[in-house]
């Protein structure tokens, strides 16, 4: 199967595990190629990310979800980094328990082809022109959607015990953009 890998570094021929916030190293990897440019621009440092992102119902099409006003222009635009391409058989990779495009190897994989992103925004543009990725708007959401979104962030932040480490970079990023999703963390 062809699988994608979205890095700010250039010129890797073969994708390695590396330890994110999961239980061991892994290469993370995805069957859509939409998803792995969203790997581009983390708005946070690792080992946290920002990628709120998630599915139409009965479809593989991405939704970027905005979470405050222009967050996908803000987060992408500019940014610039590398789409690898991967191709691996199913005995290689594992399937990711919340993500149904992502794919886990433990084992480094050798990249086959890798696309030059100038301007992620502008990649981002493209996919919604061609129809492969949708931008749920900050403005066209409603307050139960917002609301299910921002009760992941405070699971999020419990779960990582950002309270603890408040000068992150994922802690901060809340603090500063939504503020509101912060102040319910803390109160509880």
């Not at 440092?45 to 970027?64: C, Q, T, V």
């Not at 962030?153 to 953009?177: G, R």
């Amino acid at each position: 199967m062809i699988l994608y890998h979205g890095s700010n570094t250039g010129n890797i021929k073969v994708l390695k595990p590396n330890q994110a916030d999961h239980d061991r190293p892994y290469v993370y990897m995805t069957t859509i190629d939409v998803v792995a440019a969203f790997y581009l621009c983390n708005a946070v440092e690792r080992p946290y990310y920002w990628f709120p992102y998630g599915f139409e119902s009965g479809s593989n099409i991405p939704i970027y979800h905005e979470l405050y006003p222009n967050a996908l222009e803000e987060v992408s635009e500019g940014v610039s980094g590398y789409i690898y391409e991967v191709f691996a058989e199913e005995n290689q990779v594992i399937s990711f328990k919340n993500i149904p495009c992502a794919r886990l190897a433990t084992k480094p994989i050798e990249v086959t082809k890798c696309v030059w992103v100038e301007n992620a925004y502008d990649l981002f543009m493209e996919y919604v022109k061609q129809g492969k990725l949708a931008v749920g708007h900050f403005e066209d959401k409603s307050e139960q959607q917002l609301e299910w979104w921002y009760s992941r962030c405070v699971e999020y932040l419990k779960e990582k015990h950002m309270m603890e480490t408040p000068d992150c970079s994922y802690a901060s990023f809340i603090k500063l953009k939504l503020p509101q999703v912060w102040e319910r963390y803390i109160a509880k």
